[in-house]
């Protein structure tokens, strides 16, 4: 493996991923695949996780495409050089940022969106100019096998490389120096990819998980209850069963509130998912045995198995749980303590909304908060008393669409973000210029030391050309500042 | 432990909101800009004691850098923290996009030895002004500054959101054990890592500010006057701030065989007209701050093929801890003083046969914070910025660069990252919240199972913004 980055690391010194050519070329390689592809990559997602091929369409090739098309339009302005405003002072001086590739990325992908995952994060280091390793989990395998295979034929393989494998082969690309290390995953192996980063000084960006909280407050048109809980219950079970980092984990709900809202729910379910939503794999399944039997054993809990209002059933060999709702499970169990990561949605009652806000802080902060309200109050302290890495009203999912909305975490939830130009901006290093000409000095810059020269260092420090010129006039009088010569 | 019990009043403190303010922010920095006006005496004499600084140095390099710091992020912090729009596709009509810069919460500063208001007090302005609490942990190696700001800030700043803790490394390493949320770090690369493994264990972002050796390229220019110029620069980059303990000084050179002797001639010339004719009568420059690092330049000069490079200077003062300016043509490249980074009044001149391979040399390196570069070559600048990697690129000047509140200051690879001044500064210390504001009407169906191929081509159409599509799907007159 040694080799295979030393090879890596000479082509990027060679130059050739820092042309536009070379990206453009690059992105449109990946454009091709998705399209040539489709069937295979639509395959590959049932076969991991049951995906519907719309579902397949919507979370992973769609939204890949949307980025792409993004990137091309964009490149050529992320690319350039900008100027950097200059106080007058700096007599013709001049300053500019321009961004340059961090050299060789390596991008840690995950199971759950393994296509998007992967190619998203790709698209940013390759629009950067950067050098890539990718290393799909090998929790998709059908997944993972398809971008070993076939992405090769469509992009440069010196520069690009699809590595597949397991927890050796993970750390064993992380003994590797990298100049950049883009991992999406729990946090518990965030921080063993961070402290293996820490050891050559490589920045990380971290895209971790946390129980995103939905608030539902009491609304009070019927057409705003219907849409809140449609776009809910969607955003729990309907992408990838519950198995993604930005799903709603949990429901908050006024108790008053609790029963119009699960009767919706229940309608709700039945009308999007159907009454077979195995069959007609409207709900994804769970990735595998261990997961599977991790959510069995969240529902199993004596604790927590008599609050299950509405499904609950569970079927080993398909690897499926039908969407699952619960009332107040107690608040110390692990169904509320830990990311469910599955279709099963604790509601948790409230005396009031607003409690909500305490409730949210006293858990680590999450990807995301999900409020439905329409109380401008209310939503005004959402933003501004807690935190998360992003909060959205009246939906939920739909910020991982948006192209110029900033997609990471905080605190336990990660570090760094992406998507549109904060891709770029996350593989890139802006690095400033300063030029500056050699006609004219100021000599005040150099010894020996007068107090002359402090006072007219004073005010060029505070702008105060007015001040320097009466100094250099001789009418201010330089006041003693100092006794040491 | 009383590390922890300041932790937790300083989480305390952020919970309660109040470092949110903006009149709370700003309250902090004019306070910060009091405490350096009615205590500029007292830092001079501080800066004086553990590093001989002169007090204009101390004026350019600390005083003046803080009070312009804080100025400039007064007059721009209402800019600042306000939401910035995002503009968002009609797809997703009606919604509203904006970007709202939050505190990260509790921040650890660690400041280092060579700048020790600065660089404890330019990441302090930045953590306030993003709505933080802070404990700020200066050097203990710079201990009549330390003494400085233990005794003084808390008669200043808010003492509880805003901590100042001295100590050795147990202290620092206790510091280490604690959760915070952001530590930004200014050192060596060695204790660079030791922060960010630490800081791994609680997922803590870190800016890291380090060093390594910043390199000046000094081509043939077209006259006299502007080879002077240059070189009052380069004498003034390396042996003006600190004595060349700086992170930005000027390590070595790198000038043409044939240019070298002309260069330090002039070179010579500005040594002595800026610091004195010899040791004895050295002035207007630092000193070594301790005995370690006094050792380590002068076992770097002991070196015999190094000592034998010395063509100006070479003396030293063990008491006084001072090391004269000293200037060394083309010692040993395996030599420590060409692998390591000096921080300290040695100047080595590297001779090649065409400027252009220094480009080559300075690649073989680890990145450095700063290349500077001395040309008046179209041509050659462009090379410099595409071949070479450096966290900036500063032609025909030394140091400036850390003035312009409008450029980032970090490194990359070796020399760290993150980045910090002005603007920067605040982003930093900030997390950028993204909040998206939807409406309940209207509702887009195809989103939702159950599936059909009209939703699947609904989809389709709405990624690529195909609104014309859209409708004409919508109006039955496209085939899905």
Not at chain 2, 188 to 208: D, F, K, Q
């Amino acid at each position: 493996m040694e080799k295979e980055v030393m090879a890596l690391r000479e082509c990027y010194r060679s130059g050739k991923t820092k042309q536009m050519s070379w990206r453009r070329s690059q992105l449109r390689g990946l454009r091709d695949f998705l399209k040539e592809k489709e069937v295979e990559i639509f395959r590959a997602l049932n076969q991991d996780l049951g995906k519907h091929y719309v579902e397949a369409f919507r979370d992973e090739v769609g939204i890949l495409n949307k980025s792409l098309n993004f990137v091309f339009k964009e490149l050529k302005t992320w690319m350039s050089t900008t100027e950097a405003k200059l106080p007058i002072i700096a007599l013709n001086s001049s300053a500019q940022l321009v961004p340059e590739p961090l050299g060789l990325v390596l991008v840690i992908s995950t199971w759950n969106f393994p296509l998007a995952l992967s190619l998203e994060p790709l698209i940013g280091a390759i629009a950067a100019g950067n050098a890539v390793v990718l290393k799909p989990s090998e929790l998709a395998p059908a997944c993972s096998s398809l971008l070993v295979n076939s992405l090769p034929n469509y992009l440069d393989n010196e520069a690009i490389k699809v590595i597949e494998g397991g927890p050796a082969v993970g750390e064993q690309l992380l003994q590797q120096k990298w100049d950049k290390i883009f991992f999406t995953g729990s946090p518990r192996v965030g921080r063993i990819v961070m402290s293996a980063a820490a050891k050559h000084l490589t920045p990380v960006t971290l895209e971790l998980g946390g129980k995103c909280p939905a608030v539902l407050d009491s609304l009070s048109r019927s057409w705003d209850k219907e849409a809140s809980v449609k776009r809910i219950i969607w955003a729990k079970y309907g992408s990838c069963a519950g198995q993604a980092c930005i799903s709603v984990d949990y429901l908050l709900v006024e108790k008053a509130f609790s029963s119009t809202a699960v009767e919706l729910m229940k309608v709700m379910i039945k009308k999007v998912f159907g009454d077979n939503p195995k069959e007609s794999q409207s709900v994804a399944r769970i990735i595998n045995k261990h997961h599977f039997l991790r959510l069995k054993n969240l529902l199993t809990d004596e604790m927590v198995k008599d609050s299950i209002i509405y499904g609950g059933s569970m079927d080993e060999d398909s690897l499926f749980v039908e969407p699952t709702i619960l009332l107040d499970p107690p608040l110390h169990s692990k169904i509320m303590t830990e990311e469910i990561f599955g279709p099963v949605i604790p509601i948790i009652t409230l005396d009031k909304i607003e409690d909500s806000i305490d409730f949210i802080n006293s858990r680590p902060k999450p990807l995301a908060i999900y409020a439905f309200t329409n109380n401008e109050v209310f939503k005004e302290r959402m933003i501004s008393e807690t935190s998360s890495g992003s909060v959205v009203f009246n939906d939920a999912i739909v910020q991982f669409a948006a192209d110029t909305l900033p997609f990471g975490g905080i605190g336990e939830s990660g570090i760094g973000k992406y998507h549109g130009k904060f891709s770029f901006d996350t593989f890139s290093h802006y690095k400033s210029i300063a030029r500056r000409n050699l006609y004219t000095d100021f000599w005040f810059r150099f010894p020996p030391w007068t107090n002359y020269k402090l006072e007219l260092l004073e005010t060029a420090f505070n702008y105060d050309y007015f001040g320097m010129l009466l100094v250099l006039l001789g009418l201010k009088r330089s006041r003693k500042r100092f006794h040491i010569n | 432990m009383e590390e922890s019990v300041a932790v937790a009043e300083l989480r305390e403190t952020f919970k309660s909101g109040r470092t949110r303010s903006v009149a709370w922010r700003k309250n902090q920095l004019r306070a910060l800009i009091d405490l350096i006006n009615e205590n500029e005496d007292s830092i001079f004499k501080a800066l004086h004691q553990d590093l001989g600084k002169h007090p204009v140095e101390s004026y350019r390099d600390e005083v003046g850098v803080i009070l312009k710091s804080a100025s400039y992020t007064l007059s721009c912090l209402d800019k600042w923290v306000a939401p910035r729009k995002s503009e968002l596709p009609w797809l997703l009509f009606p919604a509203k996009g904006e970007v709202q810069p939050e505190p990260l919460g509790v921040v650890l500063i660690f400041a280092s030895w060579n700048f020790p208001i600065t660089l404890a007090l330019d990441p302090l302005i930045g953590a306030i002004s993003a709505g933080n609490t802070v404990l700020l942990k200066p050097s203990e190696l710079a201990p009549a500054c330390l003494s400085f700001l233990i005794e003084t800030i808390p008669h200043y700043l808010d003492n509880k959101a805003i901590k100042v803790v001295g100590g050795r490394v147990e202290v620092a390493e206790r510091l280490l054990q604690l959760k915070w949320d952001k530590i930004f770090f200014t050192g060596s690369p060695r204790v660079g890592r030791l922060v960010m493994a630490a800081a791994a264990r609680y997922l803590t972002p870190v800016t890291l500010e380090l060093g390594a050796k910043c390199p000046a390229i000094v081509d043939i220019l077209s006259s006299p006057f502007k080879t002077k110029v240059a070189a009052k620069r380069i004498v003034g980059g390396k042996w003006g701030p600190c004595t060349g303990q700086a992170c930005i000084s000027i390590d070595y050179l790198l000038v043409e065989e044939k240019f070298a002797s002309t260069l330090i001639e002039l070179l010579k010339k500005y040594i002595k007209r800026f610091y004195g004719e010899n040791i004895k009568d050295l002035k207007s420059i630092a000193r070594i701050v301790n005995k370690h690092n006094f050792q380590r330049l002068h076992n770097l000069l002991k070196d015999p093929n190094v000592a034998a490079s010395v063509v100006y200077g070479g003396s030293v003062d063990e008491d006084k801890l001072v090391i004269e300016p000293t200037i060394l043509l083309d010692p040993p490249l395996d030599s420590e003083i060409m692998t390591e980074e000096i921080f300290g009044p040695l100047l080595p001149i590297i001779t090649v046969k065409k400027i252009e391979e220094s480009i080559d040399f300075i690649n073989s390196k680890p990145n450095p914070l700063v290349i500077y570069a001395f040309t008046e070559d179209e041509t050659f600048k462009k090379r410099i910025l595409s071949e070479t990697s450096s966290g900036t690129v500063t032609f025909n000047d030394s140091m400036i660069q850390f003035l312009c509140d409008t450029l980032p200051f970090g490194g990359v690879g070796q020399s760290g990252f993150g980045r910090y001044h002005g603007k920067y500064s605040f982003d930093t210390f900030s997390h950028e919240k993204a909040v998206l504001h939807r409406g309940f009407f209207p509702e887009l169906e195809p989103r939702y199972p159950p599936w059909t191929n009209f939703k699947l081509m609904f989809i389709k159409l709405a990624y690529k913004f195909d609104y014309l599509g859209l409708i004409l799907l919508m109006m039955g007159l496209k085939k899905s």
